[in-house]
T-cell receptor
Framework: GAVVSQHPSWVICKSGTSVKIECRSL??????MFWYRQFPKQSLMLMAT?????????EQGVEKDKFLINHASLTLSTLTVTSAHPEDSSFYIC????????????FGNGTRLTVT | EDQVTQSPEALRLQEGESSSLNCSYT??????LFWYRQDPGKGPEFLFT???AGEEKEKERLKATLTKKESFLHITAPKPEDSATYLC?????????????FGGGTRLMVKP
């Protein structure tokens, strides 16, 4: 089946530093990937749509300069949290689909970010 | 505006006690409805896709059904390992690509 790999699974960083999270589709190509944020006991909140070879589309209220998204190839999208602050601490999850119409999204295992 | 509402928010069952989770949706047009299972600290795991009213899908102790307004996830004789959060999501005609709109989830706890 379609596999999405996300790395790292957890990261602790100091306030003011930047953190990069990678999302890879291992056995399929993904022209579109999605990045979510999830708070404890809450559902997924879509942050942005990552489009291969073009700019990401951000949801309302998400700062594009803080959450930089790069989708340089058909199998890799990265999310960089710039100048991280404690309020950016959260669980970040990426997803992708093989691109076939109406095919299910497959999710990475998430990245737990803690900013101290 | 597309909306997905799941109920209950949390459900406690005894092992073997069958029950159903509800997913009500309001969309301009439905391309597909998806059920996912999420374990703590993990990403959602795909379970089912339903495309049209009347459709049913089964996998082990789980069965998903779909009407024009809601979907049910029936759990028959659950086991403790079925404990997880179950997420429902819709793919409306208004969403670009394969973007999904998620409900709030139902946290299921099955006690031995």
């Amino acid at each position: 089946g379609a596999v999405v790999s996300q790395h790292p699974s957890w990261v602790i960083c100091k306030s003011g530093t930047s953190v990069k999270i990678e999302c890879r589709s291992l056995d399929f190509q993904a022209t579109t990937m999605f990045w979510y944020r999830q708070f404890p006991k809450q559902s997924l909140m879509l942050m942005a749509t990552s489009n291969e070879g073009s700019k990401a589309t951000y949801e309302q209220g998400v700062e594009k300069d803080k959450f930089l998204i790069n989708h340089a190839s058909l199998t890799l999208s990265t999310l960089t949290v710039t100048s991280a602050h404690p309020e950016d601490s959260s669980f970040y999850i990426c997803s992708a689909s093989p691109g076939v119409y109406n095919s299910p999204l497959h999710f990475g295992n998430g990245t737990r970010l803690t900013v101290t | 505006e597309d909306q997905v509402t799941q109920s209950p928010e949390a459900l406690r069952l005894q092992e073997g006690e069958s029950s159903s989770l509800n997913c009500s949706y309001t969309v301009s047009g439905l391309r597909g409805l998806f059920w996912y299972r999420q374990d703590p600290g993990k990403g959602p795991e795909f379970l089912f896709t339903l495309y049209s009213a009347g459709e049913e899908k089964e996998k082990e102790r789980l069965k998903a059904t779909l009407t024009k307004k809601e979907s049910f996830l029936h759990i028959t004789a659950p086991k403790p390992e079925d404990s997880a959060t179950y997420l429902c999501a819709v793919h409306p005609f208004g969403n670009a690509g394969n973007m999904l709109t998620f409900g709030g989830g139902t946290r299921l706890m099955v006690k031995p």
